[in-house]
Structures are given as C-alpha cells and as structure tokens.
C-alpha cells in the first residue's frame, strides 16, 4: 500500500512538473529571462511601483494569479500552498528557463517567515497578502551606528506613551529607506537588560518624523541610507511578538537574511565567468586559451557546484521544519567568498577593460562596480569575521578559549 502512494505521488509530482514547464513557457515572456544587470531589474513593488515595461508587468501579473509570487505560503494568506516538493520543482523550472523572480522583496525574503512564525493572525491577515500582491515595500532597521556586529547594544528607543510608541533614534546601512514604504525594525525598549530589552516594531515610513539620507559608496552606486526617527508615534498593535522579545524575533530573521545573501553568491551581476572569460580572451584548441585562468575557473565551478548541494540540503531541511541555526552563517560566509571570486576572476578575464569606471562599450563600468560592492557582502548580515566565530563555536565545536 506504501509503495503505491509512493507512486502515486511520484506521478502527480510527474505532472506537475510537466505541467509548471509548459505554463512558464508559455507566460513566461523573453525579456524576463535574460540576466537581471542590477536591483533596478527587478520589481519591488510598493506605493509608488511602476513596472519597466509592459512584459514585467504580464510576468507579474500571470505568476499572481496563479499564488506563485510567492509560492510556498499558505492561500489564506495570498501565497500559492505549494507543497515543498512542488514549491522545488517550480524553483527548478525557473532556473532552467532562467526566469526572474516576478517580485523581489524583503517582505518575502526576510519580514515574511518571521511573521509567519511570531505575529498575530490578524497581523499575518493583513501584511502578508500585501507582501505577495507587492503593495508594501519593506526595508530593514537593524544596524545603528554604534551597533553594527554588536547589534544588540543598539540604543534607538521605544518610549511606551500608554496607547503607542514614541520612536527617537537613528538606524544605518538601511538598504532601499529612501524607497521603502515600511520598515521593520529593532527598538530599545527596556534599558536594564542589553537582549532582553529589545522590541520588533513595524513603522510606516510615511509617518511624520521618519526621514532618510542616502549613503554614496565607493561603486558609485548605492541603495544604502540612514534613517532617523524623531518622535514617531507608532501603534501598539504594529508590535510583532511579545514585548522584550525582538532578540528572539531577529535572530531568527537574520538566519534568512544570511541565507539570501549566501544564495546570492552567483546573481549579483548575472554575468557569465566562463562566457566573459572566452570573448576577452577567445578560445585556443577549444579550450580558454590563457591556462592559469582556465584552471581559476574550474576550480571556482566547482565550489559553487558544492555551495549549490549545500544549499539545497539545508533550504529541504528547513522545508522539513528543521531549524537551520548556525548553517545560515556558513551559507553567508562562503556565499560572500565565492561572490567576491568570482568578481575577482571577471576582473582578471577583461583586464584593463574591466577596470573602466564608464562608457556605454564598458557597460557602464558594470564589471568594476560590481567588484567594489562584493566587498560590503562580507559586512551586511553580520561581518565574516562574527559568521567564523559562529561556524567555529556551534559547528565545528572549538573551544571559546
């Protein structure tokens, strides 16, 4: 009887397959498979959106309807109810048409499974559908000047005035704040006890005393800005979770923040190594012809092919209700390496030509730039340095002293 459940399922996994490949070729429009050139590619969605062109639009449009924006959420709350084995198999379709995400955001990549796990059905009720339909543009509110790796001596306060929260401070490195339409963040509102005082409250940038100011990096290009808050009234009701109890919350968040940018160790640019290699340097007995190169390369192949199992193994067992703890810091950590690698050995393959800075037969200078910002990968989501300690200390089981 085992064995023919295991067959049905088997086939209707079968069909589904099938199925999912012949809907994404057909709604899936040409232009929403070629490599994604820079985070303005994506739609993010929000107040304000507008789509690039007519196609994002369809692309978005047909993946909704269909609950696939955001796959794996349960129906109730906008998302498709995707078994995890149907949710794979439609990851694996996409890849192999290399379809682009019809949305991209923090609400789904991060705020979403925390609410899933630690907010009220009535808050879940009302920002995860607007998540998936891509009404609200989140942004982060972790890191403050004085707290960065230390993140919990952060120190912007949230006053209980009785009926709200009065918000005074100041966050940074707040990716996207001057675009975002809410921000989920960490506020102070117990002083006598450093992680046990910290609250997660959601605050609509709208309201008055929030502003930003963007921070310029050495690319040239930058969605960092800092935030401040003057006397923000937030409701009580936008607290997630217990009261005191954001430490637990951003712990967990930040496990899938550390996923997502591990997981984005080959899409930062979407450029071809082996392609960009071979038209800088062309091709000797159908090989690259500079042999030191080719070597570099298959060597950095080889270790995404290996960063690739691990990933899927971990991304199944937590599909599998498994928390994967201290995993995210090491998906963070060699994500971030090979990232920086493969920024490198481009670099390597154009020469002199991919240092050029701009000009339309450089790309803007896309190659360099690109080079500059894989340096912040080994800051944001907790610097390498703080992910070694972890993968030392709950991995690998070394010593503290």
């Known amino acids: 009887m085992a064995t023919d459940i295991a067959t049905a399922t088997a086939q209707d996994l079968g ?6 490949r012949a809907w994404l070729e057909a709604n899936c429009p040409e232009s929403m498979r070629v490599p994604v050139r820079s985070g303005s590619d994506y739609y993010w969605g929000g107040r304000n959106a507008s789509f690039k062109n007519d196609e994002q639009k369809q692309w978005f449009e047909a993946m909704s309807a269909k609950g696939w924006a955001v796959p794996h959420w349960p129906k109730k709350y906008g998302g498709g109810g995707l078994s995890k084995a149907e949710n794979k198999i439609l990851g694996e379709e996409m890849a192999r048409l290399n379809c682009r995400p019809p949305l991209f955001s923090f609400g789904i990549s991060m705020l979403g499974p925390a609410l899933l796990k630690f907010a009220t059905e009535e808050q879940k009720l009302e920002y995860l559908p607007q998540i998936v339909n891509g009404e609200i543009w989140w942004c ?3 890191s403050e000047p004085n707290a960065g790796s230390d993140l919990a001596s952060l120190q912007t306060k949230a006053q209980d005035m009785g009926d709200h929260f009065l918000v ?13 339409d809410w921000i989920f963040c960490l506020v102070r509102t117990d002083t006598e006890t450093k992680h046990g005082g910290i609250s997660f409250l959601l605050i609509d940038m709208a309201t008055e005393g929030v502003s930003t100011r963007p921070i310029k990096l050495i690319s040239g290009n930058s969605p960092f800005c800092e935030t401040f808050f003057d006397n923000v ?4 009701s936008n607290l997630v979770g217990e009261l005191n109890y954001g430490w637990t919350i951003a712990k967990y968040l930040l496990t899938h923040e550390r996923e997502m940018i591990g997981g984005s160790g080959d899409s930062t640019s979407n450029l071809s190594l082996h392609e960009a290699a071979i038209e800088a ?8 012809s500079d042999a030191s190169l080719r ?3 298959a060597r950095w192949s ?4 290996i960063f690739d199992a691990a990933m899927e193994r971990t991304l199944d067992e937590a599909k599998m209700g498994q928390s994967i703890g201290a995993a995210s810091s090491f998906l963070k950590y060699y994500g971030t390496e090979l990232n920086k690698d493969r920024l490198e050995l481009l670099l390597a393959a154009k020469g002199f030509d991919g240092l050029a800075w701009e000009g339309e037969a450089f790309n803007d200078g896309q190659v360099a730039r690109y080079f500059c910002r894989t340096k912040g990968n080994s800051i944001e989501g907790g610097t390498s340095e703080v992910q070694l300690n972890i993968i030392a200390k ?3 089981r070394l010593p503290s002293k």
């Open 15 to 20: 069909t589904f397959r099938k199925e999912t």
């Open 140 to 142: 982060q509110g972790y």
């Open 168 to 180: 005074n401070g100041q966050k940074v490195w707040t990716s996207y704040a001057d675009k975002a």
């Open 233 to 236: 009234k937030v409701p009580k």
């Open 281 to 288: 340097l062309g091709l000797e007995n159908g090989k690259l």
């Open 295 to 297: 070597t570099e390369i």
């Open 302 to 305: 080889m270790n995404k092919a």
């Open 394 to 396: 709950h991995i690998l």
